[in-house]
């Protein structure tokens, strides 16, 4: 019998989309190909769309009502996104796995269960350290900020999307420097799914921790990103970070294709025609990468933010057996890993992070703005 729950959590901003996610859940639920499902979201929601909620009640169907999280702003609504994740997984069995994602994703559910099999079927992840039961499904990962990864959809056990599900503050106490409001980084992005996927681990890796203070300058957007990417390049302590970041994919991970070969696309419209509901949307399951090269997709491959999306297995399978050509692979990546996983701090290494922070800051413009 399938324990597999399907867990819907946020905003209805595409009802149609979601009526037809819902009927086709329902008759995969017939079918025995799913346990049930689970539908978070605020109380506000289910008064605005209480027909469709009535029109679509089944008895696998949960509706669970979330309160949103008062008096605490974050960036990117990250706590209303964990509060809302943690309320879905609260009522599932413990030995439930999850297909997370959104009312406003159009995920083929029909490929779910080749993709289920995928999972059970791959190797388990290391179990030193402990951090996940089984690996992780995700459609893409960035590959320029560590723990930029897809958290739009993800498949996981009940156990591992908890361990995805945190309402850490450090992200704020690092980089928004509270002591010092006058100093707070202006117009900087941040990213939420960096924070999901960083957590687990950062406690696991020393070195994390140290990342963990310059999140905000690795990440795509800012306004001198190319500065930035032209910087981290050619420092020895960013690929530090990338290292363990691609390793920790190569291991505890699954990603993309050929994992999973449908479409995961965040819907922004949709509109009656006359074959039924358009959709117009952003795919969110495809590829940058070029899986026989390394350093040049860091070099050439960026879009206009500076992200270097990737959804295939292929180029992360590629560098860890060996069988990638690219030298940089090797110098960049392999040679650094035991290093990056036995990481300890050190003076000296604080010393050397400091020096790269700065010149960091001054790469994205900030170095004024921080009082350096």
Known sequence: MSTLQIVFCGQIRTPKLFELSLRQVAG??????????????????????????????HPAIRLVKVNPPSGVT???????????????????????????????????????????QRLLDAPPPPR?????????????????????????????????????CNFDMSFELNNFFLDQPEQRLPEVPSSAEIRRYLYPFRQKFPLL??????????????????????????????????????????????IGRPN??????????????????????VDYCFNAINPTDFIDNYRFRCDVLGMLYCSTQEWTDAIFS?????????????????AART?????????????YRTGLLAAAGLEKTLGF
Not at 129 to 143: C, D, I, L, S, T
Not at 231 to 251: K, T, V
Not at 322 to 338: H, N, Q
Request: net charge negative; proline share 6%; with cysteine.
């Open 260 to 281: 999973y070969n449908g479409r995961v696309s965040l819907v922004r419209r949709e509109k009656e025609t006359e074959n039924g509901v358009g959709l117009e949307g």
């Open 74 to 116: 974050v960036p990117h609504s990250y706590f209303h996104q964990m509060t809302l994740l943690h309320g879905a997984l609260r009522v599932l069995p413990a030995d439930a796995l999850v297909l997370k994602t959104r009312p406003d994703i159009l995920f083929d559910l029909q490929d779910l269960p080749a993709l289920v």
């Open 343 to 355: 990481f300890s701090p050190s003076p000296e290494r604080r010393e050397l992070f400091r020096r």
């Open 128 to 164: 030193a350290p402990f951090v996940f039961e089984r690996r992780v499904w995700v459609p893409q990962f960035e590959a320029t900020a560590p723990f930029c990864m897809n958290d739009l959809v993800f498949l996981a056990t009940r156990h591992d999307a908890m361990q995805l």
């Open 209 to 254: 921790e140290e990342y963990s203070e310059v999140i905000h300058f690795t990440y795509g957007g800012q306004p001198r990103r190319n500065d930035v990417m032209n910087y981290n390049i050619s420092s020895q302590i960013y690929w530090d970070y990338i290292a363990i970041y691609l390793w920790i994919i190569n291991n505890y991970f699954l």
């Open 28 to 57: 995969m639920i017939e079918r025995g190909q799913v346990a049930g499902a689970v539908i978070a979201t605020w109380p506000s929601e289910i008064d605005a769309h209480a027909s469709l909620f009535e029109r679509l009640r």
């Open 322 to 338: 060996g069988r990638m050509s690219d030298p940089s692979a090797r110098t960049l990546i392999l040679d650094r890993v035991e």
